[in-house]
């Protein structure tokens, strides 16, 4: 936790490779100090087919699931500061956006959680 994924068009791809994409995320969520370093991860989902509307021709959109327990103005500051970096990084495209969501830690389960070992039920355990 957290898992940072990035919907976008083929073409943002060509324009910067995967790693600079996930790089940029994985460095401000790892600089707002809301998580720790191993926990934080980012993958990218590139599409082939996609519509957009007249005259827009990419997107990409970065949907954050966060464990709950931050505040609003916490949870908004990431997605401006991802929005930022993404902005310097594609000055061009047409459509960048950036969600925040919560897991709900009453209804959330990990392999360590269901450790048999793992006592405290630390989400963290064995890792």
Known sequence: M???IIDCSQDIIHQRTPDELMDAIYEVAHATGLFAPNDIKVRIQPYQYY?????????????????QGRST??????S????TRLSELLPD??????????FEAATYS??????PENMDKNRHFGL
């Open 80 to 83: 401006k500061q991802i929005c």
């Open 110 to 115: 990990n392999k360590a959680l269901i450790d």
């Open 51 to 67: 519509r957009l509307g007249n005259g827009k021709k990419n997107f990409l959109h970065v949907f954050g699931y966060i464990m």
């Open 93 to 102: 495209i047409s459509f960048l956006s950036v969600s925040i969501s919560d």
């Open 2 to 4: 957290p898992h940072f």
């Open 73 to 78: 103005e916490q949870k908004a500051d990431l």
